[in-house]
């Protein structure tokens, strides 16, 4: 006789079809052999990541807004302790919500390994980034909502930037980097002059295009790798 699936089975079916936290792992490669991998399920993604810390010398290490078992924070730590090949960098990127116990892991020292999130006063990091818990989130999101990486790391806009040179000595130095100062060749636009009305552009009167999404994090990781590169650190 053909029996029928039971009520307890479609639920748990329905159940792991729509629960968030068993989202896949999210995997890019960011250019000049640098490795995204950021973890969704710590369970599920252990494996995965260990193998990505033992077989990428150069990985930026997503656990932002990351709850995890002292199991995964273990494994992590024990991994992240191994003497790492030549010229290896693994950045490592927290917010205000990644679990304290992986935040107190992390702070040890751990060869090769750096530190990298929004400024905090519950966190401390190698690199602080001046961006509000907000807009991180936002770019966190964006990128697992289908958003190309490219776009949330490149900014089209004239902005500010941190000497990427600056950027690393203050860090072998043990300096927090301040906020990112104007380049020498950016216009100040602390000082606007609004044009005439008889020489405003047809433009004007158009509504403003929201700022594009950008993940100052992540793109703060992608710059200092390419910083290591050029100093040959790498």
Known sequence: MRTQPSFFFLVIVLFLSVTPGLQAAIEKELGNSL????????????????????LRPALVLDLRSL??????????????????????????LLNATTSPVL??????????????????PSLSLDIAVAISNEDDLRAFNALATGT?????????REKRRYDEAKLV????????????VLPAE??????KTEPTPSK?????????????IIDLVLERA???????LALKKL
């Open 67 to 92: 709850s995890v078992s002292h199991g995964f924070v273990d494994a992590l730590q024990i991994a992240l302790a191994r003497t790492p090949p030549p010229h290896a960098v693994r950045i490592v």
């Open 35 to 54: 490795a995204y991998y950021r973890v969704t399920d710590p369970e599920a993604d252990r494996t995965p990541v260990l193998d990505a810390i033992a």
């Open 169 to 180: 000595q203050d860090h072998a130095n043990g300096v927090t980097a301040p906020d990112s």
């Open 186 to 191: 950016a216009e100040d636009d602390t000082v």
């Open 148 to 156: 190309p990486v490219d776009k949330l790391i490149n900014d089209s």
């Open 103 to 120: 935040v107190a892991a992390l702070g040890q020292e751990l060869p090769s390994v750096i530190t990298l999130g929004p400024r905090s």
């Open 222 to 228: 992608v710059q200092l790798h390419r910083s290591l």
């Open 200 to 212: 405003k552009s047809p433009e004007a009167g158009k509504k403003a295009e929201p700022p594009p």
